[in-house]
């Protein structure tokens, strides 16, 4: 009698108790090995071990292999310790057994489950049914806690992702808690500083390729770190890009803030990973130290979303790039070049043009644009100097009393608001029952007010840490000054000064223009600060 020539099916996943000693690899192993020695009609040619894949999905590789062999002929029978290893969902796991397995002439045996196909009454269909319909519910209930469990971690700050961001480590003393990198840090620091002194994504890139400075990538490889497999982690000579220094100057990791939940697959019977909205996002403020200070991660994002156009050589950004803004139609300002007598003049002009609507559209010489700037802004650095020096002989208590009471405000009525918004959103199911609103106007509506109760909460939750900070005299509200303080030696404007400092540029005329500056409402509160000061001592 021929022997059947069978495959050892072995399956673990990372979801199984590891206190069962029975689930284990080898224990797998060695209980089909006996099953074999006492059944001479078998012969195993063939062993295939999914290690660390769920029995809920059947693209295993193993597994995969496994099947190449049954339809190239090399085997005709398979043995598992139980009916779990083969799969834990119910429909495919019965497809397999009742049709796939049966079309190929294949014998199956699950030991533990007395389950053997070649045999008539070992494990009726529905004996198997129930089974397999045990088996998905256990996974299923698994996939709920395991969900439920991550959510809890990371709405305390504990970091759960298997790969840590470029600058930060795991903690060897706690595994879900973030450690600076130094070196990297170090990296990530200066990528910040290029990008506010004006250098461009491609040129930041360009630079430290240049000192053959390793990418996030090929550090995490070269010190031999986990990182992330396929795509561009399988390209060898992976070298820093303007993709990668984007990724990083927009991660607010680096600011302290721990962000997850950013993307999940949306059923446990599902791989697929699809990205949550921002709404959705898990955000922990102060979960770990911080690598940029908030209000430089901030700056960089203002400057992220200007029209910064860059030289032809992409070394750096154009002076004035996204900041220019034309007085008669509300449109950027665009830079060109004039040449005449071999020499180069430069222009800022309204790319609108009275064709396309603009009706007095001017056009501005560089180098007089820059004079004129620098003179207003040494004359407003020089104010805001003389300010901190008035500002530092007023009691710094009152001071915070005023801004506490400020901040208590706003958060009493930012949580008015919020009532509003989610009684709205309860009374929603119910105008959908007496037919104030239609099936289809109901999500709609309700993805409105989720959206805007999540933006007042997020609101709420920062003016709080505001609110603490004072309490704690730790505010910063003052620390503004130094931004300004720090181009007190100002004598030749550059992009770093023009975009820490101005917001906004708007050119009225050849020989007029109007600069508003960053942190006016501050400057003008500290303005009337000094004059309500003065006027209670002359009186």
């Avoid at 008015?416 to 309860?426: D, I, N, T, V, Y």
């Amino acid at each position: 009698m021929p022997k059947f020539k069978a495959a050892e099916y072995i399956r673990l996943s990372y979801t199984d108790d590891k206190s069962n000693e029975s689930d284990s690899v080898g224990n797998q192993r060695k209980l089909i090995e006996n099953f074999v020695a006492h059944n001479p009609d078998i012969e195993v040619v063939a062993e295939k071990i999914d290690d660390g894949y769920s029995g809920i999905l059947f693209d295993r590789p193993a597994f995969k292999e496994m099947m190449q062999d049954i339809t190239d002929g090399k085997i005709n029978c398979v043995i598992v310790k139980d009916l779990s290893r083969l799969g834990r969902e119910y429909i495919e796991t019965g497809r397999y057994l009742r049709r796939v397995f049966p079309a190929y002439g294949v014998r199956f045996i699950a030991i533990n489950d007395n389950i053997d196909t070649a045999r008539d009454n070992s494990g009726d269909d529905l004996a198997v049914s129930v089974k397999n319909i045990m088996n998905e519910a256990y996974c299923r209930d698994i996939s709920i806690k395991t969900r439920s469990s991550l959510d809890i971690k990371r709405r305390n700050g504990d970091f759960v992702g298997a790969f840590t961001v470029y600058g930060y480590i795991k903690s060897e003393d706690n595994k879900n808690r973030l450690e600076i990198d130094p070196y990297a840090a170090n990296i990530v620091r200066t990528i910040f500083r290029m990008r506010l002194e004006g250098s461009s994504a491609s040129r930041i890139a360009s630079e430290l390729n240049r000192l053959c400075i390793l990418s996030p990538l090929a550090y995490k490889k070269n010190k031999g770190f986990p990182y992330a497999k396929g795509g561009y982690a399988d390209n060898e000579d992976c070298k820093w890009s303007a993709t990668t220094i984007i990724r990083i100057l927009k991660d607010e990791t680096y600011t302290g803030v721990l962000v997850q939940g950013k993307q999940g697959t949306p059923h446990y019977k599902l791989k697929t990973l699809e990205q949550h909205p921002a709404s959705e996002w898990i955000r922990v403020p102060g979960a770990h130290e911080a690598i940029i200070e908030r209000h430089d991660f901030d700056l960089v994002q203002r400057i992220r979303h200007l029209d910064t156009r860059t030289a032809p050589d992409k070394g750096s950004v154009y002076i004035f790039s996204g900041i220019l803004i034309c007085g008669c139609c509300g449109n950027r300002m665009t830079r060109k070049t004039n040449r005449a007598g071999g020499k180069e003049y430069h222009y800022y002009y309204c790319p609108t043009g009275k064709k396309h609507g603009c009706d007095n559209p001017v056009m501005v010489k560089e180098s007089d644009l820059v004079e004129c700037v620098r003179v207003s802004l040494k004359g407003h650095i020089d104010n805001v100097v003389y300010l901190e020096a008035l500002l530092s002989g007023i009691d710094q208590v009152k001071i915070n009393q005023q801004l506490a009471h400020e901040y208590a405000e706003q958060v009493s009525e930012n949580e008015r608001q919020l009532e509003k918004a989610m009684e709205f959103k309860a009374r929603l199911y119910e105008n959908l029952v007496q037919g104030f609103i239609t099936k289809e106007e109901y999500p709609l509506y309700k993805g409105k007010y989720t959206a805007e109760t999540e933006r007042i909460k997020a609101a709420i939750a920062e003016l709080k840490d505001k609110l603490t900070d004072v309490m704690e005299n730790r505010s910063e509200r003052n620390r503004w000054m130094t931004h300004f303080a720090q181009f007190s030696t100002l004598e030749t404007l550059d992009r770093k000064a023009v975009v820490q400092l101005i917001q906004s540029i708007t050119i009225i005329g050849k020989k007029e223009l109007a600069i508003k500056f960053n942190y006016d409402n501050e400057y003008n509160k500290a303005l009337a600060m000094v004059a309500e000061t003065e006027l209670r001592k002359a009186g």
